[in-house]
């Protein structure tokens, strides 16, 4: 059981009580932590604010990462609450549903540059307002899959969105090193989740996953939660940062079959 005692804790990317946020969430909140969670919209909020009778988090605030003015204030209120953060969780990806189920291929310019902001880009604005509160260090992580370095069919659109984003956190990793800052990529297998279910034929990817996995065991969002645990203890190496880290059964080491 990691010891998280003492920690702030961002969490970005909540949807609902099968989101892999959510088991971040968990994982962290039992282990000590004090959280701040943010949701998207009034929609997404009647979702997510049932969820946190059970976590350990004060702060419950509004941030589409698409508002800039929303995103400081988030960041302001933390920076006023708790003066620091210890942990940054950016758990979020958006496409079209035209460009993520259609061939990359044919694509809209919209689609790509919109999937790519809240994708990816979204994840170096947080990076650069957290990095300003992770005064005696910290993680940032994001999350992934491994459709973003080999061809998974019906992925699309989120497999060079992805792979930007595994790029993005290598170099970030470089950048805030020198500051303690670590910076590192969670890829699980295919989890049921609400944005899992947009892809096109997600129960066969799915399926296909677990039965060619070295372990044929589904992936759980309390593995992700245990997985981030670990990495935000002061136990974990402060040298492991850059890193994509797979949970996924070893699928990741599988050639074709």
């Known amino acids: 059981m990691s010891n998280l005692k003492g920690k702030k804790v961002l969490i970005m990317g909540i949807a609902n009580e099968a989101s892999i946020a959510y088991g971040c969430a968990r994982a962290l909140s039992n282990a000590g932590a004090e959280l701040c969670v943010t949701y998207a919209n009034d929609k997404t909020k009647q979702h997510v604010e049932p969820l946190l009778k059970g976590l350990n988090a004060p702060l419950f605030l509004k941030c589409n990462v698409t508002d800039d003015e929303e995103c400081q204030g988030v960041f302001a209120t933390i920076d006023k609450q708790w003066g620091n953060l210890d942990v940054l969780l950016h758990s979020i990806a958006f496409s079209l549903l035209k460009d993520l189920q259609g061939r990359v291929t044919d694509c809209s310019r919209a689609g790509f540059l919109e999937a790519m902001d809240i994708s990816c880009h979204s994840f170096i604005r947080m990076a650069k307002y957290a990095e300003v509160l992770m005064k005696n260090g910290g993680l940032i992580a994001t999350v992934s899959y491994v459709g973003s370095n080999m061809v998974i069919p019906d992925y699309g659109l989120m497999g060079p969105v992805k792979a930007a984003l595994e790029s993005v956190v290598k170099y970030l990793a ?84």
């Open 174 to 257: 470089y950048e805030l090193g020198n500051k303690n800052i670590r910076v590192n990529v969670i890829s699980p297998g295919p989890i049921k989740t609400r944005a899992a279910s947009g892809i096109k034929n997600f129960d066969t990817l799915y399926d296909e996953a677990l039965k060619r996995s070295m372990t044929h065991t589904p992936i759980s969002i309390d593995e992700v939660g245990s997985l981030l645990a670990f990495l935000a203890d002061d136990g974990a190496s402060k040298n492991i940062t850059g890193q994509i880290i797979y949970i996924d059964g070893g699928f990741n080491q599988l050639g074709i079959k």
